[in-house]
């Protein structure tokens, strides 16, 4: 006698072929997406021998007598001079050290640039080009900056007569109309600190050149870093860093860097360095120089890392809206494809909530440390309204759109497992109050 053979329902037999189906699709669905960034990441070839220059560039042994491989970190304050007025080559160490210059000429050709000059910080860097302004000059601003930055401009540099007019550079029509008879510079950002809004650095070069051919662009390039992103050959006069960030990745450095192919402007900058007296350290130098070494492969895991991010971010039930430029649902997405090599590891995001949420977020993150800064092996997390964009006036951080639900995130160098993990379970948590 045969056994009864049980059967399922035909119900039951649909809905798990249905089941299967669906999750064959989100296999192929996640399959395809990873494939399509990571085929539009890797299109984006890197710049020709980039990681040679970083290695080699302003290295070589046989400048010391020793034969020093690694450059060697030179602390002496002044130099040996043959006969009065006669040094050989260095002075004295605020005008000139070795270690720094060493840093300076591989950080330039990194850059594409003939001349690089260190500073003490970024806001120093910062500081060295708006010190070849006068009273009475005028800058054409994006207006979502650095909150350092927006700062300096609107409470330090007013007190000078220097006028600022903070404004979108990407609404290439509100900076033709900005121009006056005293512009001088045009200071953008690309992508912009927090909301990672970019600048057609082509367009806004060509719209300056025929509105005030005498006046300067100037690209803070400090979150794309020039592995990513090389603003001198879009046409751009000046670019600079804020070096503590990506330059020297490991957070422990407070320094910056201008570039320039100008001899002019180099000129001008050499010598406000040497007079304005704002110098690194050869400590200093010795460190950011070692950080450019690693700069390329630290530079592909923060993006790496970042687009592993900002693709659960999107997927989040708890989350409003993702700022990545890796992203095709980013507005600026073709720019950023034409504009850059990458899209480094920097991404914002809105939570879904208020303050409260927000705070609850960054209380119950494990892996990402709560801190200003960014840029370094570890990943950082930043409220900007209540912290590094803090000192911008509130009406204008709104208008902005710097609200206290954007959340700003500096993809670290962490298993890509643990850092998803760890923003997933901070998400949930925010929304249990």
């Given at each position: 006698?045969a056994?009864?053979?049980?059967?399922?329902?035909?119900?039951?037999?649909?809905?798990?072929r249905?089941?299967?189906?669906?999750l064959?699709?989100?296999?192929?669905?996640?399959v395809?997406?990873?494939?399509?960034?990571?085929?539009?990441?890797a299109?984006?070839?890197?710049?020709?021998?980039?990681?040679?220059t970083?290695t080699?560039a302003?290295?070589?042994p046989?400048?010391w007598?020793?034969?020093?491989?690694?450059?060697?970190?030179?602390?002496?304050?002044t130099?040996k001079?043959?006969?009065?007025g006669?040094?050989?080559?260095?002075?004295?160490s605020?005008?000139g050290?070795?270690?720094?210059?060493v840093?300076?000429?591989?950080?330039?050709?990194?850059?594409?640039a003939?001349?690089?000059?260190?500073?003490?910080?970024?806001?120093?860097?910062?500081?060295?080009i708006?010190?070849t302004?006068?009273?009475?000059?005028?800058?054409?601003?994006?207006?979502?900056v650095?909150?350092?930055?927006?700062?300096?401009?609107?409470?330090?540099?007013?007190?000078f007569?220097?006028?600022?007019?903070f404004?979108?550079?990407?609404?290439?029509k509100?900076?033709?109309?900005?121009?006056?008879?005293?512009?001088k510079?045009?200071?953008?950002?690309?992508?912009?600190?927090?909301?990672?809004?970019?600048?057609?650095?082509?367009?806004?070069?060509?719209?300056?050149?025929?509105k005030?051919?005498?006046?300067?662009?100037?690209?803070?390039?400090?979150?794309?870093s020039p592995?990513?992103?090389r603003?001198?050959?879009f046409g751009?006069?000046?670019v600079?860093?804020?070096?503590?960030?990506?330059?020297?990745?490991?957070?422990?450095v407070?320094m910056?860097?201008?570039?320039?192919?100008?001899?002019?402007?180099?000129k001008?900058?050499?010598?406000?360095?040497m007079?304005?007296?704002?110098?690194?350290?050869p400590?200093d130098?010795?460190?950011a120089?070692?950080?450019?070494?690693?700069?390329?492969?630290?530079?592909?895991?923060?993006?790496?890392?970042a687009?592993a991010?900002?693709r659960?971010l999107?997927t989040?039930?708890?989350?409003?809206?993702?700022?990545?430029p890796?992203?095709?649902?980013?507005p600026?997405?073709?720019?950023a494809r034409?504009?850059?090599?990458g899209?480094s590891?920097m991404?914002s995001?809105?939570?879904k909530?208020?303050?409260?949420?927000?705070?609850?977020f960054?209380?119950?993150l494990?892996?990402?440390?709560?801190?200003e800064?960014?840029?370094?092996?570890?990943?950082?997390?930043d409220?900007?309204?209540?912290?590094?964009?803090?000192?911008?006036p509130?009406?204008?951080?709104e208008?902005l759109?710097i609200?206290?639900?954007l959340?700003?995130?500096?993809?670290g160098l962490?298993?890509e497992?643990?850092?998803?993990?760890?923003l997933d379970?901070?998400?949930?948590?925010?929304?249990?109050?």
């Open positions: 006698c056994l009864p053979i049980s059967r399922p329902q035909p119900s039951c037999m649909w809905a798990q249905c089941t299967v189906l669906v064959r699709l989100r296999t192929i669905t996640k395809t997406m990873a494939a399509q960034q990571h085929s539009d990441a299109e984006q070839k890197p710049f020709p021998h980039f990681a040679t970083a080699h302003g290295q070589d046989d400048q007598n020793i034969k020093s491989v690694v450059p060697p970190i030179s602390l002496s304050t130099f001079q043959s006969s009065p006669k040094p050989f080559p260095y002075e004295y605020r005008g050290n070795p270690t720094r210059e840093f300076e000429v591989c950080v330039a050709a990194l850059e594409g003939k001349h690089g000059i260190a500073a003490a910080s970024g806001l120093a860097a910062q500081s060295l708006t010190q302004l006068k009273t009475g000059d005028h800058i054409i601003c994006m207006n979502d650095y909150g350092g930055t927006h700062r300096y401009f609107r409470l330090i540099l007013s007190q007569g220097v006028k600022v007019t404004l979108d550079a990407s609404n290439l509100a900076v033709e109309e900005a121009f006056q008879e005293n512009t510079v045009v200071w953008v950002e690309s992508p912009t600190n927090p909301l990672l809004r970019l600048v057609d650095l082509a367009a806004v070069v060509a719209l300056t050149r025929e005030k051919p005498d006046a300067i662009v100037v690209v803070d390039n400090t979150f794309m592995y990513f992103q603003p001198l050959d751009a006069d000046i600079y860093h804020s070096v503590t960030k990506y330059l020297n990745g490991h957070s422990d407070i910056g860097v201008v570039c320039t192919n100008s001899d002019e402007l180099g001008k900058l050499r010598f406000q360095q007079a304005g007296g704002a110098v690194p350290s400590f130098c010795y460190l120089n070692r950080g450019l070494k690693t700069l390329h492969l630290r530079m592909r895991e923060h993006q790496k890392n687009f991010v900002a659960f999107e989040s039930p708890h989350v409003i809206e993702v700022m990545y890796g992203l095709p649902s980013h600026q997405h073709e720019l034409r504009q850059c090599r899209y590891g991404v995001f809105r939570i909530g208020t303050l409260e949420n927000a705070k609850k960054l209380e119950s494990k892996v990402f440390i709560l801190a800064s960014l840029g370094g092996y570890e990943s950082l997390v409220l900007p309204a209540l912290m590094t964009h803090a000192s911008i509130a009406e204008e951080r208008k759109g609200s206290n639900t959340i700003r995130l500096s993809v962490e298993d497992e643990d850092i998803v993990n760890d379970q901070a998400l949930k948590a925010s929304q249990q109050l």
